[in-house]
């Protein structure tokens, strides 16, 4: 209900006052009333504007977050389809002309100058008597919505725009590094603003930006610039306040019973509003599901095929011992396991290792790929009734507790200090939920590995982690061989033929 009511809210206020990135960056954006006049003194009016930026964060592209999470050695692109260019990606061989660099640079970017856009709108409120105090909040919201795009693209590209203001003049490329300690500074300034509230608990924006959201952000920036006392200190302000726990059911956590649950730190929300058809606000999973199955629900369709968890995180998995999160994690198909008993360390698999899901969806064989996701997957007898469409209703999670957890956990091992137990105390927490016995003398190498077997296939995190650390090997797997300069996505060659200073950019530092 939560989740509805926020997203109708979003359909409903966006619709009166959204201004488009396009033709608005040299001129204000404008916010009309029922009355097609501006009231900048308006208190819903500014409400309006905030809620313009949520909902451009949350128009993320079906393509985008994929790009930024296939090249890790937890998952793999699906080969055998339409979509070369992102197979050759997960591969490390990278065509600056690829459409789906330039979609995430562009739409990313756009949302940006959008947000910030949002941004300056609420100056105007502020102007024009709003309570500043409110004024203070939703900006310090659209700052973490802006550094959080911003963190991402960075990973990705390494060095990209700075964008602080609409006048495209005051724009500038700026360094990875220091990218990193702007959003940690920015996070600065938004927390102070912010509520004091899990997402979940929030009663204006169910799931809206919090103090902690900000946090858990600037924890990631810090993390990019190994400054693990800073991570220690965010990540330990979170677990202190006390205002998050793991979901008791990792399985269920990425389905509908783990929507807008104190795990969540930030998501995605997307809704058909509990209705067999008209609005849907959903995104498209079906681009990590399986290309062919038999579900519960005869009339569900079936995915695309482009995303599965690579062989060398089934084994890993295996390795461990691990059950709840690699049934969770793996959907697997008859095909895929014959290919794992080839090996004959792995001749004999446990039983949950099927092609038929606890919810009865049966996942056939299909060419494109061995498996699927099953972090992405709805369970056909979860969606709503009339509803067909591969994950319809689905949150997007973004940012969870278990990664605050084994960011703390990584920084003590790495010589932080913290104020909120130890490494092994919060490692611990997240291996109990799995049913993995506790650690004793927690070590970097067994953080990393629970961060492994905790969050592939989220948002590129292993990968990220990797080049961190510069444990570039484990990315040569599988017949891949990775070599340094093939960290960051090149340029989109369309971004350097419109734009001078991006091009001059390259040009010197090439």
């Not at 990705?156 to 602080?164: L, T």
């Not at 220690?232 to 202190?240: E, F, P, R, S, V």
Request: glycine residues 8%; contains cysteine; hydrophobic residues 35%.
């Amino acid at each position: 209900m939560k989740s509805t009511i926020y997203i109708k809210c979003l359909l409903l206020v966006c619709g009166l006052y959204l201004a488009s990135c396009d033709n608005k960056l040299d001129e204000d954006a404008e916010l009309r009333s029922y009355q097609n006049d501006i009231d900048y003194s308006s208190e819903d009016g500014a409400y309006g504007a905030l809620v313009g930026a949520y909902q451009t964060f949350q128009s993320v592209g079906w393509e985008q977050i994929p790009l930024i999470a296939v090249r890790g050695d937890d998952v793999n692109a699906g080969g055998l389809g339409d979509q070369q260019g992102f197979a050759d990606t997960d591969n490390y061989t990278y065509d600056y002309n690829y459409w789906m660099y330039n979609s995430l640079w562009e739409n990313w970017f756009q949302d940006i100058t959008q947000i910030t856009s949002q941004i300056e709108q609420l100056e105007l409120y502020r102007e024009a008597g709003v309570n500043s105090g409110l004024i203070d909040q939703y900006i310090a919201e659209a700052k973490t919505l802006r550094a959080f795009i911003t963190l991402e693209l960075s990973r990705v590209f390494g060095d990209v725009y700075k964008i602080e203001s609409t006048d495209q003049t005051a724009i500038t490329v700026e360094t990875k590094d220091d990218l990193m300690q702007w959003i940690s500074d920015q996070m600065n300034e938004a927390i102070p603003d912010l509520l004091d509230v899990a997402p979940s608990n929030r009663a204006d924006i169910p799931g809206g930006i919090t103090k902690y959201t900000a946090l858990a952000v600037q924890a990631m920036a810090k993390l990019e610039l190994k400054d693990y006392q800073g991570v220690a200190d965010a990540t330990g302000a979170i677990i202190n306040s006390g205002k998050f726990v793991l979901y008791d059911d990792f399985y269920q956590l990425f389905k509908i019973p783990g929507k807008l649950c104190n795990e969540n730190i930030l998501e995605i929300q997307y809704s058909d509003f509990g209705q067999s058809s008209g609005d849907n606000e959903a995104h498209l999973f079906a681009f990590y599901g399986p290309q062919n199955w038999t579900a519960a629900v005869p009339e569900a369709t079936s995915g695309w095929g482009f995303y599965e968890p690579s062989f060398k995180f089934i084994k890993f998995m295996l390795d461990r011992g691990e059950t709840i999160r690699l049934e969770t994690s793996v959907l697997f198909t008859d095909r895929g396991i014959d290919e794992i008993q080839t090996d004959s360390d792995y001749s004999d698999l446990p039983d949950f290792v099927s092609n038929t899901t606890r919810d009865g969806d049966i996942i056939n064989d299909y060419s494109r790929a061995y498996f699927a996701s099953g972090k992405h997957y709805l369970p056909s007898i979860q969606l709503t009734e009339g509803r067909t469409t591969y994950g319809t209703n689905k949150n997007y999670t973004v940012i969870r507790y278990a990664e605050v957890l084994l960011m703390y956990a990584e920084a003590l091992t790495r010589g932080a200090s913290g104020t909120a137990g130890s490494a092994d105390d919060a490692v611990n927490l997240i291996r109990t939920r799995a049913d993995m016995g506790t650690l004793s003398g927690v070590t970097s190498d067994d953080v990393m590995d629970e961060k492994f077997a905790e969050l592939a296939m989220e948002w590129g995190i292993r990968y990220y982690d990797m080049i961190r650390l510069g444990k570039t090997s484990e990315l040569s797997y599988d017949g891949r061989t990775f070599t340094e300069d093939k960290a960051y996505l090149p340029y989109p060659l369309e971004q350097l033929d419109v734009s001078p200073i991006l091009d001059d950019y390259n040009n010197q530092n090439n």
